[in-house]
């Protein structure tokens, strides 16, 4: 096996770890309290991977990740670090970088539609209960049937919309459609929209063959989504994307087997997000793609101050796990120290859950699996310095390394192509002008003497009479102003997660 298939970890001078490329698909786990080291640890399992060729994808939620772009700056504790644990060939390199933003300011816009989203993702997302869940559930279904694509949220609410106003006609097929539910998510929609959701939602959506590609020398591109602002905001959003994302792959990506290095490897920091009042059942569905991913030759690693955060189902699957420190303050602090011990696989010559609480700044506990997937004893060691930089880039750096990337220009415009909004505008004015052709001939055979009388009453008649189609058109054009035209789909009803 090849250097690269073996990634240097850290050492403690008598004991130096390293993970097995070939067991990377078998995900992993970073976790310790605020300010032990987690950072530097995603960097250096971020640079080990790109030097392997795997291409990387990580949620850089305290934008110190952007370093990892450039060359480390020699410092005398870096010297001391490589000296303990025994580094061979040391070199300050930067890795290869692609940053992207919901928002579009710190990197290319990275976007997906409604529909791909699914409606499960949805509803978490907008908090719904079973009722209004299974009327989003019938708005995909009815939008589906009636082959109109729903790429943002102007299309979806133009969609609900128009189920109200046609509720009766779709009973029959579709069941009841209460006008409370579409008025809940109705509401959710606003609430979404001032997160910051229309940035996300919509055209051109990210290809995930621009998440999974290399340099010129064959280095993984490290993929670092700016996630600060979309955490503020939303951090319910923040971890639908990765879901999302998550499912996009489990979807897309063929089975490979075993391999002797991942396709792809995902850090998802801030791990507790991904699961924190999420339904059963999307939890269950969580679980199940994590177990499953590996054979696509995809590594998941999750990042947080616990592994407790992690559901017990999904953390029996890790087979990395590196343990920073963890405080003890209070008997519940105590217990969960107690439960995280448990977690790693005994050393004779280690107490684990004394250790936890003593571990310094850059030092953790590891456990690896072998070349034949045993987990290996939990060994306590210092974590290599990384070769790029600690800390941040600057934002005229970030800038130079936005100009400079591959995707300068393919995502950063929005796309607006005819969708949901655009095909229901046209149906009502069509429908609105059928009616106006029929009150006009109605008008032309009243009688001469009552020509007045009846143009009045006509005219009354037309604004009595308003069709739900013109009210959807009323309706849509004040809720969406002036905004016009939007996107095209990869798929009609979206993701596995659409349930």
């Known amino acids: 096996m090849s250097d690269n298939n073996q990634l240097l970890i850290g050492g403690n001078g008598s004991q130096t770890v390293y993970m097995d490329a070939s067991m990377a698909n078998r995900h992993g786990m970073v976790a310790g309290a605020t300010g032990t080291g987690k950072t530097v640890t995603l960097q250096i399992l971020a640079e080990n991977f790109s030097k392997a060729g795997v291409p990387v994808f990580l949620a850089d939620v305290k934008g110190d990740v952007s370093g990892v772009g450039k060359e480390a700056k020699p410092h005398a504790k870096i010297d001391e670090r490589i000296n303990i644990i025994g580094v061979e060939d040391y070199k300050m390199a930067g890795s290869p970088v692609v940053f992207w933003d919901v928002f579009g300011k710190q990197g290319h816009p990275i976007r997906t539609t409604v529909s791909e ?51 009766a006609d779709l009973k029959a097929e579709y069941g009841n459609i209460s006008s409370a539910s579409i008025g809940a998510i109705q ?4 609430v979404l929209e001032e997160q910051g959701a229309e940035f996300f939602l919509g055209e051109p959506a990210i290809e995930l063959r621009d998440l999974m590609s290399h340099d010129f020398s064959g280095r993984g591109i490290i993929n670092i989504l700016d996630s600060n602002t979309l955490l503020q905001k939303s951090p319910k959003l923040y971890s639908t994307f990765l ?4 499912s996009e792959l489990f979807e897309s990506l063929p089975e490979v087997g075993d391999a002797d290095k991942p396709k792809f490897v995902m850090f998802f920091d801030e791990a507790h997000l991904l699961f924190d009042g999420a339904p059963k059942v999307l939890v269950e569905k969580i679980e199940q793609v ?25 953390l029996g699957q890790l087979g990395l796990k590196i343990q920073h420190a963890l405080r003890a303050f209070t008997p519940k602090d105590q217990k969960a120290v107690k439960n995280v011990a448990e977690t790693f696989r005994e050393n004779p010559q280690i107490d684990t859950g004394k250790v936890i609480t003593e571990l310094g700044v850059g030092e953790a506990l590891v456990s690896t699996l072998d070349e034949n997937g045993i987990p290996t004893q939990v060994e306590r ?56 052709q029929i009150a006009r001939e109605e008008a032309l055979r009243e009688t ?8 009045s009453t ?20 004040r809720a969406i102003g002036s905004q016009l035209g939007r996107r095209v789909i990869r798929g009609i009803l979206g ?5």
């Open 495 to 499: 993701s596995l997660f659409r349930g």
């Open 187 to 190: 509401r959710g929609l606003i």
């Open 117 to 167: 989203i699914g409606p499960l993702l949805l509803s978490n997302l907008l908090d719904l209960n079973d009722t209004q869940t299974g009327i989003l559930y019938s708005c995909f279904k009815i939008a589906d049937d009636q082959g109109m694509m729903i790429l943002d949220l102007k299309d979806l609410r133009s969609m609900l919309i128009w189920m109200g106003d046609n509720r």
């Open 458 to 477: 006509s005219s009354r008649r037309r604004s009595s009479r308003q069709t739900p189609t013109e009210a959807f058109v009323k309706s849509a054009a």
């Open 381 to 436: 060691i210092l974590i290599r310095p990384p070769q790029s930089r600690i800390g941040p880039m600057s934002d005229k750096e970030r800038q130079e390394q936005i100009s400079r990337s591959p995707y300068r220009g393919r995502y950063d415009e929005p796309l607006d192509r005819e969708s949901a909004y655009e095909m229901l505008i046209l149906r009502a004015e069509k429908i609105a002008a059928q009616e106006e």
């Open 290 to 314: 994590v177990r499953l991913i590996r054979s696509k030759g995809v590594g998941i690693y999750f990042i947080s101050q616990s592994p407790l955060d992690v559901p017990e189902e999904i």
């Open 243 to 246: 879901l999302w994302l998550l």
């Open 448 to 455: 001469q003497e009552a020509k007045q009388t009846s143009r």
